[in-house]
Every structure is written in C-alpha cells, then in structure tokens.
C-alpha cells in the first residue's frame, strides 16, 4: 500500500473507522505536533499501536502547531510530518486538525483507546469525556527520557552558537 494513502480526510477517518468496528477491530487515536520525528516518538507509537488493531494520528495542522508552539514552529511543514508518519508500519491512518486540540475528531471518530503520554493526567486530556461517554479506555504510555522535540531543537541551537 502506498504510504500516502493512509493520510486522509476526517470524513474518510469516520467511514473507516466505522468499517473497523464492524471488523472488530479495536482502534486507538493519539494526536501530536510530530514536528521532528524522533526515537520518542517511535517508542511511543509502537507502545500505543499495541494496544489495539489500528492506530489513528491526529497530526496538528501548521497553523495549529504556531498557535501552540510559537512562530519559530513547526520546524517541518505538515506535508511531511504527515508523511512521515504515514511511512510507520504501526501507523494506519493520519489525519491532520486545524484546532488547538482534536477534541472534534475525537467526538467525531469515537475511539476505543485514547492514548497520551504520561506527563497528562488521565482526567485533563481532551477526549476523556467523551471516551468515558462510550465506554472506551484512555491510557498512558510512558515517554522514553532524554527524547523529545524540545531538546533536540534546543541542542541544535547550541551547536549552531
């Protein structure tokens, strides 16, 4: 399958994901910048993709990630980000949102695991409502330390000075 057909449209999300449920299989959604894909960010969508059959990745949307991260960000546009993680065999679908949180797609695809990673409480991450609402499971996956977009922007300025 060609990678760039996992990157799809919410609307495209709702009607696999509905062939999903009646398949049986249990889908998980995370959501994130992904700005510099790193080896954080392998772990914890391999730990995540584990915890069901299909793994849905809201990715922030350009516009989105400045609003969050400041005007120096996002580092990679969203064409590749999107791709990159399309590229992941753990990967099934991404989809990217122009909102500050994936609060709509969440309450649009209705998931069977939520999955952030453990600086979060399980109560204050966006969707807990909703999957509380249908019966399904928020988890947390422990980040690998020393990994993560921060730092790596922050060791290339170093070297650059």
């Known amino acids: 399958m060609n990678y760039k057909l996992k990157i799809i449209e919410p609307t495209q999300a709702l009607k696999l994901r509905e062939q999903w449920k009646i398949e049986g299989q249990k889908v998980i959604f995370t959501n994130g910048c ?15 993709s584990e915890l069901g059959n299909k793994l849905i990745v809201a990715v922030n949307s350009d516009n989105s990630v400045k609003k969050l991260k400041g005007e120096n960000r996002p580092i990679q546009d969203e064409v590749s980000r999107t791709e990159i993680l399309a590229s992941l065999s753990c990967v099934d679908a991404v989809v990217v949102f122009d909102d500050n949180t994936p609060y709509e797609l969440i309450k ?18 966006v969707g807990y409502d909703i999957l509380k609402e249908t019966g ?23 070297k650059n000075q």
């Open 34 to 48: 992904f700005d510099i894909l790193h080896r954080g960010h392998i772990d914890y969508l391999n730990k995540a």
């Open 136 to 158: 399904g499971e928020v988890k947390l996956i422990e980040y690998l330390p020393g990994y993560s977009t921060s730092l790596i922007e922050k060791k290339i300025k170093s």
């Open 108 to 125: 649009l695809l209705k998931p069977d695991v939520l999955v952030k990673g453990s600086d979060y409480k399980v109560e204050e991450i």
